[in-house]
């Protein structure tokens, strides 16, 4: 049997006039009951679902959107591996660097002095930012 993707399914289950009795909770009741969005599903005894099944056919099946090439390449897009960089932390942080460095002609000879003693406290640390502690 070729595999039926979840639509494809749950109308198969729904027009084959197979008896409810014969329905397995895991593989046929469970994707409809969640289709239907019948709460406490997962935990629902099979004699439940069976029943909740029964009241579910008596209604129209509710809207879904259908997965679409432009999901698909979002989906794509979202699961590629990314950097630190790539993350708002990632841009907030090279803000706030860039921010410094345009602070430091408007600092004092003593300001600068402490700046470059604590920059040579975290350059002899770890390179990593995990080793980096600040005083």
Same mark, same amino acid.
């Given at each position: 049997?070729?595999?039926?993707?979840?639509?494809?399914?749950?109308?198969?289950?729904?027009?084959?006039?197979?008896?409810?009795?014969?329905?397995?909770?895991?593989?046929?009741?469970?994707? *409809? #009951? %969640?289709?239907?969005?019948?709460?406490?599903?997962?935990? +629902?005894?099979? $004699?439940?679902?069976?029943?909740?099944? /029964?009241?579910?056919?008596?209604?129209?099946?509710?809207?879904?959107?259908?997965?679409?090439?432009?999901?698909?390449?979002?989906?794509?897009?979202?699961?590629?591996?990314?950097?630190?960089?790539?993350?708002?932390?990632?841009?907030?942080?090279? *803000? #706030? %660097?860039?921010?410094?460095?345009?602070?430091?002609?408007? +600092?004092?000879? $003593?300001?600068?002095?402490?700046?470059? /003693?604590?920059?040579?406290?975290?350059?002899?640390?770890?390179?990593?930012?995990?080793?980096?502690?600040?005083?």
């Amino acid at each position: 049997m070729a595999l039926l993707t979840y639509d494809e399914r749950s109308e198969s289950i729904e027009s084959s006039g197979v008896e409810i009795n014969a329905y397995r909770k895991d593989k046929d009741l469970l994707p *409809l #009951l %969640k289709w239907y969005q019948v709460k406490g599903a997962d935990g +629902m005894p099979v $004699a439940k679902a069976k029943e909740e099944w /029964r009241k579910c056919c008596s209604k129209d099946p509710p809207p879904y959107e259908k997965w679409t090439d432009a999901d698909e390449r979002e989906f794509l897009r979202l699961s590629q591996p990314f950097t630190l960089q790539d993350t708002e932390l990632g841009r907030h942080q090279n *803000l #706030l %660097k860039r921010q410094i460095i345009s602070l430091l002609p408007n +600092m004092t000879k $003593a300001e600068r002095e402490n700046l470059t /003693r604590e920059l040579d406290i975290i350059g002899d640390a770890d390179d990593s930012p995990q080793g980096r502690t600040v005083r």
